[in-house]
């Protein structure tokens, strides 16, 4: 069993920075590789970064190099810095890993309105 949990989502002005975190616990000495995904009302859930316990990291294309992926020495929390924030990017953002199924943090909301 993995517990995941997210935090540091907020309301933020367009262009502003928010950095979440995820917090892992558990069976996490076997997890490969964690994930953020995120879900804007309406869409579905899309994935957003990759890393990897070898610290390589995977984007998708319409980070544009405004978010950043990375994890602590103890590998057990994972964060994503974003920056230069658009409204567009108001959604639920989710920590994803497997391990033998898919576990789930349960989302924290990010708002970017002025």
């Known amino acids: 069993q993995v517990q995941l949990v997210e935090s540091g989502g907020g309301l933020v002005q367009p262009g502003g920075s928010l950095r979440l975190s995820c917090a892992a616990s558990?069976?996490?000495?076997?997890?490969?590789?964690m994930d953020w995904y995120r879900q804007a009302p309406g869409k579905q859930r899309e994935l957003i970064a990759t890393i990897t316990t070898g610290h390589s990291t995977n984007y998708a294309e319409f980070v544009e190099g405004r978010f950043t992926i990375s994890t602590n020495n103890a590998r057990n929390t994972v964060y994503l810095q974003m920056n230069s924030l658009k409204p567009e990017y108001t959604a639920l953002y989710y920590c994803?890993?497997?391990?033998?199924?898919?576990?789930w943090g349960q989302g924290t909301q990010v708002t970017v309105s002025s």
């Open positions: 558990g069976s996490i000495v076997s997890i490969n590789a």
């Open positions: 994803h890993t497997f391990h033998w199924r898919d576990y």
